[in-house]
């Protein structure tokens, strides 16, 4: 059974940063090769994606973010991250992650993390 956990968030003034985690357990050995993705949701807003990284490392990222926001992953550690920089109040959201598949999540969603920017 997939399982992702995601970690990190916290409540942050406009223009700091955070760095997301996400740990991944239960997926295939070949789990290396999975496009990766970060996504988030505002309340009162459909879930969107934000950034994405394949199994080769390029990387992908919504326009709203582009700039600010880093995504990366550890495949020994089963892991992916998301450094997010110059903090928003409009990112304020709960972000997720999962497997992608042509953008759209392969596995039930884990509890998310909540990111607060708000002075």
């Known amino acids: 059974q997939v399982q992702l956990v995601e970690s990190g968030g916290g409540l942050v003034q406009p223009g700091g940063s955070l760095r997301l985690s996400c740990v991944a357990s239960g997926i295939s050995s070949n789990a290396r090769f999975n496009t990766m993705a970060w996504y988030r949701q505002a309340p009162g807003k459909q879930r969107e994606l934000v950034a994405t990284?394949?199994?080769?490392?390029?990387?992908n990222y919504a326009e709203s973010v582009k700039g600010r926001f880093i995504i990366s992953r550890d495949n020994a550690e089963n892991t992916v991250y998301l450094q997010i920089n110059s903090l928003k109040p409009e990112d304020s959201a709960i972000y997720y992650c999962n497997v992608a598949v042509q953008g759209a999540p392969r596995f039930n969603w884990g509890q998310g993390t909540q990111v607060t920017v708000s002075s």
């Open positions: 990284i394949t199994g080769g490392d390029s990387t």
